[in-house]
């Protein structure tokens, strides 16, 4: 199955530094990559959809300025956080968008990076 | 607005004691319904995917099903290794984007 990975697993950094975190696809393409934050004990919250080659959409809240996405190849999208404080300590998972057979398609998960900003 | 509502929040078996998990969703012209697994600190896991009223999916102890306005995900004679937070996802149409449940955390008891 398509694999997804991500790095740092885990990164704890100082208020005011910024933090890049990588994802990538490892034996296939992925056009389409999508970066989701999650609270402790809460859902998935999308924000941003990124696309290989173009400008990352940001869902409405997110700022785009803060949270700068690259998706420079078909196999690397990276977050970085920049000017980091403490309420931007969470963990951030990527997620790749996967055609399966029969037209049908998912989107594949990586192991998410656990950030603490002190 | 379009949402999706998970229930029960949080679900102790036995081990062996059959169940249901419930997903409720309000979009008009669903593209996709998702299901994941999520173990603590990590990302969740792929399940299923459906697309149809009527469809159903099975894969181990766990069987999908969809209908016009919710999906189940039944589990049959669990074993703790079962236990996680099921996630369900829905695909409103015309967007590659999820919207995801706050999830049933699972806890099977041996």
């Known amino acids: 199955g398509a694999v997804v990975s991500q790095h740092p697993s885990r990164v704890i950094c100082k208020s005011g530094t910024s933090v890049k975190i990588e994802c990538r696809s490892l034996?296939?393409?992925?056009?389409?990559m999508f970066w989701y934050r999650q609270f402790p004990k809460q859902s998935l919250m999308l924000m941003a959809t990124?696309?290989?080659?173009?400008?990352?959409?940001?869902e409405q809240g997110v700022e785009k300025d803060k949270f700068l996405i690259n998706h420079a190849s078909l196999t690397l999208s990276t977050l970085t956080v920049t000017s980091a404080h403490p309420e931007d300590s969470s963990f951030y998972i990527c997620?790749?968008?996967?055609?399966?057979?029969?037209?049908?398609?998912?989107?594949?998960f990586g192991p998410g990076t656990r950030l603490l900003v002190l | 607005e379009d949402q999706v509502t998970q229930s029960p929040e949080a679900l102790r078996l036995q081990e062996g004691e059959s169940s249901s998990l419930n997903c409720s969703y309000t979009?008009?012209?669903?593209?996709?319904l998702f299901w994941y697994r999520q173990d603590p600190g990590k990302g969740p896991e792929f399940l299923f995917t459906?697309?149809?009223a009527g469809e159903e999916k099975e894969k181990e102890r766990l069987k999908a099903t969809l209908t016009k306005k919710e999906s189940f995900l039944h589990i049959t004679a669990p074993k703790p290794e079962d236990s996680a937070t099921y996630l369900c996802?829905?695909?409103?149409?015309?967007?590659?984007?999820?919207?995801f449940g706050t999830g049933t955390r699972l806890k099977v008891l041996a």
């Open positions: 997620s790749a968008r996967v055609l399966l057979a029969g037209a049908e398609e998912t989107q594949y």
């Open positions: 034996d296939f393409q992925a056009t389409t």
């Open positions: 990124s696309n290989e080659g173009s400008k990352a959409t940001y």
């Open positions: 979009v008009s012209g669903l593209r996709g």
């Open positions: 459906l697309y149809s």
């Open positions: 996802a829905v695909q409103p149409p015309g967007t590659y984007k999820y919207i």
